[in-house]
T-cell receptor, first 112, second 112 residues
Framework: AQSVTQPDIHITVSEGASLELRCNYS??????LFWYVQSPGQGLQLLLK??????LVQGIKGFEAEFKRSQSSFNLRKPSVHWSDAAEYFC??????????FGKGTKLSVKP | NAGVTQTPKFQVLKTGQSMTLQCAQD?????MSWYRQDPGMGLRLIHY???????DQGEVPNGYNVSRSTTEDFPLRLLSAAPSQTSVYFC???????????FGPGTRLTVL
């Protein structure tokens, strides 16, 4: 069955530090992979997506993610975190019904 | 161009009451879906539609009904609300089942 695992429930980083959020997926074929961000009380906004091609994907707000088939991973990175990046981040894989299968999310806190 | 709209933003129901959560989109997207978000659970698919007149069940369909009479609207009906349906509900739309999904702002529902 398709699934997504985000091992870290909560991460705290200092402003200006680098960030990596982990995501592992289980899917038989080449997956469609997504990262979404949710600010408190808001809906979800797409950060970036991977469908095929270059395994390093650039997104909005300075985020990038790398698809590693051998590790079944799609980790999200940012070289320098800003206080406004504090939010919850969701990794998702495209499911067989055309839906998104989400991980349980990683909450990011940013220390000044 | 309003994108994806959901009404109401907040709702409190008593056990056994019925209600309809509205979702509308003005992007002419064929694919629409409903998710519920619960703390620590990520988002889970309730029902989805690949076009007007076509709907199907997702991961957690029990207690919910949908219909799709137009491309623009995809209402979610709770027939007899239960406390277990207390959640935040998101509608999402996309051009196709595998395309980027756009999320509405959500409806926060409390069932007493």
């Amino acid at each position: 069955a398709q699934s997504v695992t985000q091992p870290d429930i909560h991460i705290t980083v200092s402003e200006g530090a680098s960030l990596e959020l982990r995501c592992n997926y289980s899917y038989g074929a080449t997956p469609y992979l997504f990262w979404y961000v949710q600010s408190p009380g808001q809906g979800l906004q797409l950060l970036l997506k991977y469908f095929s091609g270059d395994t390093l994907v650039q997104g909005i707000k300075g985020f990038e993610a790398e698809f590693k088939r051998s590790q079944s991973s799609f980790n999200l990175r940012k070289p320098s975190v800003h206080w406004s990046d504090a939010a919850e981040y969701f990794c998702a894989v495209g499911g067989s019904q055309g839906n998104l299968i989400f991980g349980k999310g990683t909450k990011l806190s940013v220390k000044p | 161009n309003a994108g994806v709209t959901q009404t109401p933003k907040f709702q409190v129901l008593k056990t056994g009451q019925s209600m309809t959560l509205q979702c509308a989109q003005d992007m002419n997207h064929e694919y629409m879906s409903w998710y519920r978000q619960d703390p620590g659970m990520g988002l889970r698919l309730i029902h989805y539609s690949v076009g007007a007149g076509i709907t199907d069940q997702g991961e957690v369909p029990n207690g919910y009904n949908v219909s799709r009479s137009t491309t623009e609207d995809f209402p979610l009906r709770l027939l007899s609300a239960a406390p277990s349906q207390t959640s935040v509900y998101f509608c999402a739309t996309s051009w196709t089942a595998t395309d980027t999904q756009y999320f509405g702002p959500g409806t926060r529902l409390t069932v007493l």
